[in-house]
């Protein structure tokens, strides 16, 4: 299945509207979504106008925010590549997984781990939709969709597909990948992390990234500002010592907090961006 775009409408070439798909999940297509306005960032299909047009005005402040997400998202896959293969990580949390695209998460792991076991989490209905429509698991492994908030891990922590997928007493890689970012407050994103992490036993991993301002030029960091002001930017960046809050008691794995084109980059990739072109921080860590 496959989807095609027509004006500000998406098609599933099975016939089904996303409009249709938007009335009946209760999707507000005329607010800007994270996950959509990522996914227009990446090249994908599935965003609407409202999406389209946040991300511009974000681009336009800051020219390599595409960048940025492309470089993003090969971080992610580095982090659960290296966590399969070289730990043996099998059970992954990510929260904040984003509208489907190429080498998922479990895509990832289960290549390597056959038996993976994946739980994805969004609060928005257009990604649960399509991710159990597009993701399917390895016989051997399980993936499971849960539509929730990072702002209640409670409920993430409770609920019955993730108890029923993966077991708590085994060390699970928590994947909080360009999502904490949207929590205005830093005390209260300590809170939430800390909160998963202390469900989660040693010998599991935290894998995070956030945006940062560290990197840019003062004029780019003052247009910044001014999107966040202006209501125009929902990402509030995080600088390097408060990103570092979220490891506490964790030991970073090599080589710590850097860069995300920088954390253990691919010799053979295409690109590998700046800093100042992916201001983002990505690190992992290991619950000891």
């Not at 005005?57 to 896959?77: D, V």
């Not at 939709?129 to 209640?152: F, I, K, M, V």
């Not at 040693?202 to 030029?217: E, I, Q, R, V, W």
């Not at 247009?223 to 929902?234: F, I, K, M």
Request: aromatic share 8%.
């Amino acid at each position: 299945m496959s989807f095609v775009e027509s004006s500000s409408v998406i098609t599933y070439d099975g016939g089904i509207r996303a409009e249709e798909m938007a009335m009946s999940d209760g999707l507000d297509t005329e607010v800007a979504h994270p996950a959509r306005r990522y996914n227009y960032w990446l090249g994908g299909k599935d965003n609407f106008a409202a999406d389209r047009e946040s991300g511009d005005l974000l681009a336009k402040s800051y020219p390599a925010a595409r960048t940025a997400a492309r470089a993003n998202r090969a971080f992610l896959q580095r982090a659960v590549r290296y966590l399969a293969a070289e730990v043996g990580i099998r059970q992954f949390l990510d929260i904040g997984t984003g509208l489907p695209t190429a080498d998922n998460t479990h895509e990832v792991a289960q290549r390597i781990l056959p038996d993976s076991r994946v739980v994805y989490v969004d609060n928005d209905p257009m990604v649960m939709t399509h991710a159990r429509a597009l993701l399917h698991s390895t016989p051997q492994g399980r993936t499971r969709y849960l539509e929730q908030d990072l702002r209640n891990p409670e409920r993430i922590l409770s609920h019955p597909d993730l108890v029923d997928t993966v077991d708590l007493d085994q060390p699970v890689a928590l994947m909080l990948v360009a999502i904490v970012h949207f929590l205005p407050d830093q005390a209260t994103a300590r809170d939430i992390v800390a909160t998963l992490l202390g469900a989660l036993p040693s010998g599991s991993y935290l894998t995070m990234s956030c945006a940062t301002k560290d990197f840019l030029t003062p004029e780019l960091a003052a247009n910044w500002d001014a999107t966040l002001r202006n209501g125009q930017s929902d990402v509030y960046p995080r600088e390097r010592a408060e990103f570092a809050e979220f490891f506490s008691g964790l030991d970073l794995l090599e080589p710590g907090i850097v860069p995300v084109s920088e954390w253990r980059p691919d010799p053979d990739a295409t690109e590998r961006p700046a800093p100042l072109e992916a201001s983002i921080f990505g690190a992992v860590g290991r619950k000891p």
